[in-house]
């Protein structure tokens, strides 16, 4: 039987809260800084000024974003996470992806990089339906994961370092592109890497 979110988010949070320390301490490669940047430009262009950072961890891209402008929240499902966000001077709050209590279309763009790869196929589409709902007409959303190629597949990763070990589910590229057309336009869609480093990279935007 496949797992749904409800059954992964426990485990989920437990690992992140048990990490966030370490995870604090990491340093960002260099195609994930220009991936940042794109996005930032994007953000610009389009007259974005409120973001949501969605599985924002301990908050070094939403604190990047907030350093360039931009009115920056952060959501996390680990508490220990969302408290590293605040000792960085974030606005953050402990929800999940089906628990955005935000008014509809009060953000002007979303941001979600490496977490979405946490949720089930059965639930994805109610997750990007729920990111949808608190983006404006018009806005953006970044989604960055690893997939495609050789990468695909659900369930729990043997020899994680998290402990639990962590749910992922790992999509091809039009598996992962015909999800998100169900309720956004693709601005932009592109690979980063190769091999078990493959990265999916895809800007959307809410149709008007």
């Known amino acids: 039987m496949s797992l749904r979110y409800d059954d992964v988010i426990g485990p989920l949070r437990a690992a992140y809260d048990d990490g966030a320390e370490l995870r604090d301490t990491y340093g960002k490669a260099p195609w994930k800084l220009a991936e940042r940047e794109t996005f930032l430009g994007r953000l610009r262009e389009h007259g974005c000024e409120r973001l949501l950072e969605v599985g924002a961890g301990t908050g070094q891209d939403s604190v990047y974003f907030q350093e360039n402008g931009l009115n920056v929240v952060a959501v996390d499902l680990s508490p220990a996470m969302v408290d590293r966000c605040r000792d960085k001077g974030l606005e953050a709050h402990v929800m999940d992806f089906l628990g955005l209590e935000f008014e509809p279309g009060s953000f002007d ?37 690893y997939g495609g190629g050789s990468i695909v597949g659900e369930g729990l990763f043997e020899g994680d370092n998290h402990q639990p070990a962590r749910f992922f589910s790992f999509r091809d590229d039009d598996r992962l ?17 190769d091999g078990d480093g493959r990265s999916q990279s895809m800007t959307l935007r809410r149709p008007l």
């Open 109 to 145: 763009a979303v941001y979600a990089f490496n977490c979405l790869l946490h949720v089930p196929d059965g639930d994805l589409s109610a997750v990007l339906a729920a990111i949808r709902a608190v983006v404006r007409p018009g806005g953006l959303f970044f989604i960055g994961v």
């Open 177 to 193: 592109q015909e999800f998100a057309r169900e309720f956004f336009d693709v601005v932009d869609f592109h690979a980063v890497g």
